[in-house]
């Protein structure tokens, strides 16, 4: 049973890092960035096999260069390796072959607020012997 809590970092970092990119030379950039924490416990045969627990930060950034596009990420968010991922796309992006389709969204086509609430997120956190408990129960069920 595997549980993966994630939130968004700050709003700052992704505009600064949009900033930096449109500084380097990209005509357009998006930036998406996420905190995670991940709790996994395997049972077998009714008894505890394994526990992981992974914790991580990304930062990835899409950057347009004409009708050209490149993608990178980074897990370290120090400002030195956000000036290199900023290098790196508008290089790769300068590099790329040309797309047509390559672009953001025309600001005709974007969604508008209010939105509505999806309800994707859930804040809980299971303990690990709360998701033993129920990776136990599903294996029981299983055979």
């Known amino acids: 049973m595997t549980e993966t809590l994630a939130a968004p970092v700050s709003t700052d970092l992704l505009n600064d890092i949009v ?4 500084k380097a030379g990209a ?3 998006e930036a998406v960035s996420a905190d995670r924490r991940s709790l996994s416990v395997g049972v077998r045969n009714g008894g505890l096999e394994d526990v ?10 899409r950057v347009f260069v004409g ?6 990420s980074a897990s370290d968010l120090s400002p030195a390796t956000q000036a ?3 290098e790196r796309a508008v290089a790769m992006a300068r590099l790329a072959p040309e797309d047509p389709n390559a672009g953001l969204a ?11 609430d999806l309800d994707l997120f859930d804040a809980s956190e299971r303990s690990a012997e709360a ?4 990776a136990a129960e599903a294996e029981a069920a299983a055979l």
């Open 52 to 61: 992981e627990r992974e914790e991580s930060r990304d930062l990835g950034l």
């Open 106 to 116: 025309p600001q005709d086509r974007l969604a508008r607020g209010p939105l509505p």
């Open 84 to 86: 290199r991922l900023v």
């Open 131 to 134: 998701l033993e408990a129920a």
């Open 27 to 29: 005509d357009a950039a």
């Open 67 to 72: 009708q050209r596009q490149a993608s990178v």
């Open 19 to 22: 900033k930096a990119a449109l």
